[in-house]
């Protein structure tokens, strides 16, 4: 049974950085996991911020190119997202997700991967920029 824990969120002064981290556990041996991040705004739909695929393929969105960073660390299954000159518009819940699947490389570039393709979620971490 997969299960993903985000943690990390805080409150910051806008310019300033916040690191989350998505601890996964429960992979199966046999399959390959891509991982993302994603965030929800207070009356707006949930977007896609980067991703990850199982080769260590990266992808950003528009909004976080340039500023914010993920990488994952697979000996510990943990997932992460380096965010820097942060805006008031990052405040967010973020979550990461995973997509699992038995194959030998697995994508999940969110600019362009359905979110409903994703297996597993986290529970949602907040960031609160001022």
């Known amino acids: 049974h997969v299960q993903l824990v985000g943690s990390g969120g805080g409150s910051v002064q806008a310019g300033g950085s916040l690191r989350l981290s998505c601890a996964a556990s429960?992979?199966?041996?046999?399959?390959?996991?891509?991982m993302a991040w994603f965030r929800q705004a207070p009356g707006k739909e949930r977007e896609g911020v980067a991703s990850i695929d199982s080769d260590g393929t990266i992808s950003y969105s528009d909004s976080a190119e340039g500023r914010f960073t993920i990488s994952r660390d697979n000996a510990k299954n943990t997932l992460y997202l380096e965010s820097n000159s942060l805006k008031p518009e990052d405040t967010a819940t973020y979550f990461c997700?995973?997509?699992?699947?038995?194959?030998?490389?697995?994508?999940?570039?969110?600019?362009?991967?359905?979110?409903?393709?994703?297996?597993?979620w986290g529970q949602g971490t907040q960031v609160t920029v001022s």
């Open positions: 997700a995973a997509a699992g699947f038995r194959l030998k490389v697995v994508r999940c570039d969110v600019r362009s991967y359905s979110e409903r393709e994703f297996n597993y």
């Open positions: 429960g992979y199966m041996s046999d399959h390959q996991y891509c």
